[in-house]
């Protein structure tokens, strides 16, 4: 072979290889870029929650099925709840999906998907407790979770009702079941399931402190507004054609997609 030959020879080969490196780097990009990375706590029963080492829940399965249907892998990334707004904040995360409420302060933040469940927020206090409304809790001290809209709800419903923060649910839960604090506030479908699924000697009191629209939230750049738009109109297809029930059946045992 001459040498204008083997020069010709090793400059296709040098190409070729140049050209198999790029596409395996597009591909990557590709799938990459088919990837949403969602937040949730993964110790948030019945939203986010693991069982034999599997994340599950709720709004975990809203997202899952969204996902899925949009033709979108699913990264999940777990951690405390003010953790991941902070995550979110930074660009780490893609979005935040575990009970999230909408609310004015969060869309001057976030992109938010249309809601998937509509949750009032309320007050469960031991079953043996004289307490029988949410009023009769001012003066008393009720736990809630840090970074939780719940707080502002229920101040905002009484001011006179004291707060003290916790990291987490089962922190909150804890502090109402050794007797130091007189209740703990959450949503009312997240309350009654809790109260089944652990057995716990509580009663909800009657009425709401507020309702709240629950939704994903994701980053209010042009990627983020782009997703939320997409996994909106995943939202209204699974409410229409009865999924969103059925998943809200099987973890609060009735339908929380009724507005």
């Given at each position: 072979?001459s040498?204008?030959?083997?020069?010709?020879?090793?400059?296709?080969?040098?190409?070729?290889?140049?050209?198999?490196?790029?596409?395996?780097?597009?591909?990557k990009?590709?799938?990459?870029?088919?990837?949403?990375?969602?937040g949730s706590?993964?110790?948030?029963?019945?939203?986010s929650?693991?069982s034999?080492g599997k994340?599950?829940?709720?709004d975990?399965?809203?997202v899952?099925?969204?996902?899925?249907?949009l033709g979108y892998?699913v990264k999940?990334?777990?951690a405390?709840?003010?953790?991941?707004?902070?995550?979110?904040?930074?660009?780490k995360?893609?979005a935040v999906a575990?009970?999230?409420?909408v609310?004015?302060e969060?869309?001057?933040?976030y992109?938010?998907t249309?809601?998937y469940s509509?949750?009032?927020t309320?007050v469960?206090?031991?079953?043996?407790?004289k307490?029988?409304t949410?009023k009769?809790?001012?003066g008393?001290?009720v736990?809630?979770?840090?970074a939780s809209n719940?707080i502002?709800s229920?101040q905002?419903?009484?001011?006179k009702i004291?707060?003290?923060t916790?990291?987490?649910r089962?922190q909150a839960?804890a502090?109402?079941n050794s007797?130091?604090?007189?209740?703990v506030v959450?949503?009312?479908?997240?309350?009654?399931?809790?109260i089944k699924?652990?057995k716990?000697?509580?009663?909800?009191?009657?009425?709401n402190a507020a309702?709240?629209?629950?939704?994903?939230?994701?980053?209010?750049?042009a990627?983020?507004?782009?997703?939320a738009k997409?996994y909106?109109?995943?939202i209204?297809?699974?409410?229409?054609d009865g999924?969103?029930?059925?998943?809200?059946?099987?973890?609060?045992g009735y339908?929380t997609?009724?507005n």
């Amino acid at each position: 072979m001459s040498k204008l030959g083997k020069l010709t020879k090793l400059v296709l080969v040098t190409v070729l290889g140049i050209s198999a490196g790029v596409g395996i780097l597009q591909t990557k990009a590709s799938a990459a870029s088919k990837t949403v990375t969602f937040g949730s706590t993964g110790v948030s029963y019945p939203s986010s929650f693991k069982s034999n080492g599997k994340l599950k829940g709720f709004d975990v399965e809203v997202v899952n099925k969204a996902s899925k249907r949009l033709g979108y892998k699913v990264k999940w990334v777990n951690a405390d709840f003010d953790g991941l707004l902070g995550s979110l904040d930074s660009g780490k995360i893609d979005a935040v999906a575990n009970d999230v409420a909408v609310t004015t302060e969060r869309q001057q933040k976030y992109a938010f998907t249309t809601p998937y469940s509509y949750d009032p927020t309320a007050v469960a206090v031991s079953k043996d407790s004289k307490l029988k409304t949410l009023k009769d809790l001012e003066g008393k001290t009720v736990a809630a979770v840090v970074a939780s809209n719940n707080i502002k709800s229920l101040q905002n419903y009484d001011s006179k009702i004291k707060i003290k923060t916790y990291e987490t649910r089962d922190q909150a839960y804890a502090a109402l079941n050794s007797g130091k604090v007189a209740g703990v506030v959450n949503t009312r479908p997240i309350l009654s399931a809790t109260i089944k699924q652990k057995k716990l000697d509580w009663k909800i009191l009657k009425g709401n402190a507020a309702e709240n629209k629950v939704a994903i939230a994701f980053s209010k750049d042009a990627k983020g507004k782009k997703l939320a738009k997409q996994y909106s109109k995943e939202i209204k297809e699974m409410k229409k054609d009865g999924t969103l029930a059925k998943l809200s059946k099987k973890y609060y045992g009735y339908d929380t997609s009724k507005n």
